[in-house]
């Protein structure tokens, strides 16, 4: 019996002395645990914040540059006729989706979504006014049709997708 009661009198310190060891260990794995999850977190913030930033911005100069307006006041002398001018109007779109194409891995799907819908519905309403006019007409009775189909809408076709955009950026870093 003694044997036993000693054994326990050298077993229980010992096994204290293990378990306030384990729990040091613990705590200060989970603390270099945190700290190299802060570390990575700043280098991220560091590095992939602005590269995002910038291509929410790029997204926006996108559809800015495809909205009607901006595109007939960009492009609208360029062309004589209206096939021209449609024809000029729909290549300039697609040169810029093709250009920023790349920047759809920076953002939510529903945003890229949108994106691509403003654009097809700009891309629509160019076709479609261009359907209420003949093809040899001066190319400014299409810019006449296009503002005529907007007028009509009340809306930019790429008014939703910039609020979409902003709206993701404003929940994402503010």
């Not at 794995?29 to 590269?51: F, K, M």
């Not at 909205?67 to 002398?77: A, E, I, T, V």
Request: negative net charge; aromatic residues 6%; proline residues 3%.
């Amino acid at each position: 019996m003694d044997l036993i009661s000693d054994f326990l009198k050298l077993l229980v310190p010992a096994g204290l002395v293990l378990y306030g060891m384990y729990l040091t260990v613990k705590l200060l794995l989970e603390r270099e645990a945190d700290r190299h999850r802060y570390d990575v977190q700043g280098r991220y913030t560091e590095s992939v914040v602005p590269i995002r930033l910038q291509a929410y911005e790029r997204m926006v100069l996108f559809l800015e540059r495809i909205s009607p307006n901006n595109l007939l006041l960009r492009l609208g002398g360029s062309s004589t006729t209206v096939l021209e001018l449609q024809q000029r109007l729909l290549q300039e779109i697609r040169e810029e989706y093709n250009h920023n194409l790349s920047q759809q891995v920076y953002m939510s799907q529903a945003v890229w979504d949108q994106i691509q819908g403003a654009m097809n519905e700009v891309m629509t309403l160019i076709n479609q006014a261009s359907g209420d006019t003949r093809p040899d007409a001066p190319a400014l009775e299409l810019s006449k049709r296009i503002f005529e189909r907007i007028i009509q809408k009340d809306k930019l076709p790429t008014a939703d997708a910039i609020k979409s955009v902003k709206e993701e950026i404003q929940a994402m870093f503010m």
